[in-house]
């Protein structure tokens, strides 16, 4: 198959690489040519999972996590993880990754506006959480102050679940209409190199070397559940695979020598408690963006993906490994909010395999909970005992993942992870009293599998020319605004 533009994944990042060409078109026959005539690129985007209308997942029913093989219908399909993940869209360049670093914050803010204005047209709610509430804002400014705790000003358009899902069904229709072609249920395997006297402005291949001149021609790929492969050809190949795609991508970049550097895991729990607790913070930002560096360690440690009145959720990758999410509805609700609360760790040479430290850890987690996810209280941790399924029933605090194991999280938690989460919620009951309480409920494993930041130049390019990398696996975004923003500024340089 020979395309113009290969994407592989079809996340936030592929998606809106494919938005931005279609609404800029191309010019007929290059630079200098058409006399102002245009016309669309062969697009296509290639994925694992499904079209977005086949994604099911089938604890709705059972209650319980089937570990769908050959893949998980929450983390693969059209749209990612996002489509069914809590929807929320961080309206500011202060949160989403480092891609701000590597354009400019001006630059990514206008690209965060203009991403913002296609998603209102697909059917995103108009309302924007976190605005207005200015006193009561304040107050837990002023207390997270005291705390030492830095609050992040950022409104967020909160899609919710199922709205998501909806939403992407529109862009996923639009798409194909405008001659988008998907090859779903495909995997990619590998990079196909060839050679040119073409050379990337990132970083030049050694001299001399058998990689010498090479540049990406496209992919090989192959049917899940199948073994035959075939190539698809393409001038351009963008990888925009995900967090779930992020192992898979560090080993590409290690066989084929693309410039990369290790950089961030994000290791924690998921914490739950009564919506009552968290009433305050809810009503007045929806989600609170709390960032601290607690002793000894002064570790990075923040509040992620905060959902008021949603479910604790479970996620599967590859090689059953089990860890845990969190999402809530527009329409539906329960009686708790959940967030995640997460210690950036980074490493220095020689160590470079920061995302399978963090699948070893998620690994010793899942064994001891024969599979699923742990769940402690908080006050367990504190007094150095396992939690029991029995003393977990009697509390105030149900858990929404129904199937968690209670146990023992700290068995398979780092020390120097676990300190950073304990000191860190000890701040954050100075800010949301009640936060610390005996029964709070942890979760674990929660682990962001974003660590492998790939060197880019303006044009999104690694030093193989014709090989982009995009989104959350390249290291430079987390979650669905910037990882689309990333995808904009991909089309308008195509376009």
């Known amino acids: 198959m020979n395309c113009d533009v290969l994407i592989v994944g ?28 245009r016309k669309q690129k062969k697009i296509v985007i290639m994925e694992k999972g499904s079209p977005i209308e086949k994604r099911s997942c089938p604890k709705i029913h059972t209650k319980k996590c089937m570990n769908c093989k050959p893949y998980c219908h929450i983390t693969t399909g059209f749209s990612g993880a996002g489509a069914f993940s809590d929807g929320k869209l961080s309206l500011s360049c202060e949160v ?81 209409e405008k001659g988008v072609e998907f090859l779903f249920d495909t995997e990619c395997t590998n990079l196909i190199l060839g050679t040119s006297r073409l050379q990337s402005s990132v970083e030049p291949l050694v001299r001399g070397s058998p990689l010498e001149n090479s540049v990406c021609k496209g992919v090989r790929a192959h049917d899940v559940g199948k073994a035959e492969h075939f190539d698809v050809f393409a001038p351009v190949t963008i990888v925009a695979a995900g967090r779930r795609g992020a192992d898979w991508l560090d080993h590409i970049c290690r066989e084929h020598d693309v410039v990369h550097e290790s950089g961030t895991v994000d290791i924690g729990v998921r914490v739950e408690m009564r919506n009552e607790i968290m009433e305050e913070v809810n009503n007045a930002l929806y989600e609170s963006k709390l960032v601290g560096y607690p002793k000894p360690f002064k570790d990075k440690v923040r509040t992620f993906c905060q959902n008021p009145g949603g479910f ?17 509805y527009k329409e539906m609700k329960s009686r708790n909010t959940n967030l995640a609360i997460l210690s950036s760790h980074n490493f220095s040479d ?107 130049n303006s044009s999104l390019e690694t030093n193989i020319p014709g090989l982009h990398c995009l989104g959350d696996s390249s290291g430079w975004t987390r979650g669905l605004m910037m990882a689309s923003a990333m995808g904009v500024l991909m089309g308008r340089v195509l376009g």
């Open 10 to 37: 079809a996340g936030p990042a592929g998606i809106f690489t494919a938005l931005e060409l279609i609404r800029r078109g191309s010019p007929v026959g290059g630079p200098g040519g058409g006399a102002g005539l």
């Open 96 to 176: 989403g990754g480092d891609f701000p670093d590597l354009i400019g914050r001006p630059a990514a803010q206008e690209l965060i506006n203009y991403t913002d204005r296609i998603y209102l047209e697909f059917g995103a709610v108009k309302e924007v959480e976190g605005i207005g509430n200015d006193d009561n804002i304040k107050d837990i400014r002023r207390r997270a102050i005291k705390a030492g705790l830095k609050l992040v000003d950022c409104p967020i358009r909160h899609l919710g679940t199922e709205k998501a899902q909806e939403l992407y069904r529109n862009i996923q229709g639009y798409l194909i």
């Open 312 to 328: 604790v959720s479970q996620e599967n990758y590859d090689n059953n490994l089990a860890v845990v999410n969190g999402h809530s």
């Open 350 to 456: 020689p160590f470079n395999q920061p995302i399978a430290y963090a699948q070893k850890i998620g690994e010793l987690t899942n064994m001891l909970a024969n599979g699923h996810i742990l769940v402690q209280r908080y006050g367990d941790i504190l007094d150095g005992k396992r939690t029991w399924q029995d003393e977990l029933e009697r509390s105030s605090v149900q858990p929404t993942l129904s199937d968690a194991v209670a146990g023992d999280i700290t068995s398979a938690m780092p020390y120097r992870a676990m300190t950073n989460i304990i000191n860190f919620i000890e701040a954050l009951d100075m800010v949301v009293p009640g936060f610390a309480s005996a029964e709070t409920l942890l979760y674990s494993p929660e682990l962001k599998f974003y660590s492998n930041r790939i060197k880019l």
